[in-house]
């Protein structure tokens, strides 16, 4: 039962990634390969704050979410002048500093050595410790992203998005705000992203570098793109999707050596796959391949 429990913990932590990552690529159209920093950001917040001052949970949400915000704007200021291939490599670019200042501060993140026996949050007296009580906190999160994310893209701000995505001179033209509109949504996305962190590393109770590489921000696109990008409610069965699916493999008595490569093999595969035959995934609304 706890194993199933887990699966469900994992897959609400996605569907904040993928949520957070598909207002951005999805709807404002911006392809950021460094949400794995933001959601990196808001675990080591959290853990050090947790570890070296004992701060309250919510207090550690709030700085995550601020400082990631901080860090979205300063990620989405290069979208105002360069766009397309050229924004995902400056994105790239930020997700590799990120990952090395994790890795190499060693006297403020303990670098490859990670940061352990992160303290189980409380809540208002209540302690979380079971992964029930996880997977509630979790499920009040993902209610609470989903319907920010849904007032944020059914509001006049959502429309400016897609206006963007669909053709940012037209916007300009209609006299749209685009700067502050690319710069606002990878605020939200940020911030979101962080809170996934938080719970991250309050859930694992340690984090080191390898939880946030290019790797983890290519996954989270992954959910996005089979998911369907423009929608959210494609981002939630692109999570369930794809952290279910690698978890047969451990059915099929595979080693755990040749699990791990597999799973790679299978998220590139269907990448491959939806670009080629259904590039708006699932249930997406935009195509990539336009």
Known sequence: MEYLLHILILIGIYVILSVSLNLITGYAGLLSIAHAAFYGVGAYVAALLA????????????????????????????????????????????????????????????????????????????????????????LVFCIVTLWISHKIVSSPFGRVLKAIREDEVFALAMGKNVASSKILIFVIGAGMASVAGVMYAYYISFIDPTSF????????????????????????????????????????????????????????????????FRPQGFMGEYSFRK
């Not at 070296?52 to 704007?73: D, E, K, Q, T």
């Open 213 to 276: 590489t290019i790797m983890e921000s290519i996954f989270i696109i992954s959910i996005v793109i089979i998911g369907g990008a423009g929608n959210i409610w494609g981002s939630v069965l692109g999570a369930a999707v794809l952290v279910i699916l690698p978890e047969a493999l451990r059915f099929l008595g595979m080693p755990s050596s040749i699990a791990a490569n597999m799973r790679q093999i299978i998220y590139g595969a269907l990448l491959v796959i939806f670009m080629l």
């Open 51 to 138: 570890l070296r001052f004992h701060s309250p949970f919510f207090a550690n949400i709030i700085c995550a979410v601020i400082l990631s915000g901080l860090l979205g704007a300063v990620v989405g200021i290069p979208s105002l002048r360069i766009r397309d291939d050229y924004f995902a490599i400056a994105t790239f670019a930020f997700q590799v500093i990120t990952f090395s200042v994790m890795n190499n501060w060693v006297s403020f993140t303990s670098g490859p050595m990670g940061l352990p026996g992160i303290p189980q949050p409380a809540i208002f007296g209540w302690k979380i410790t079971t992964h029930y009580d996880f997977l509630i906190v979790i």
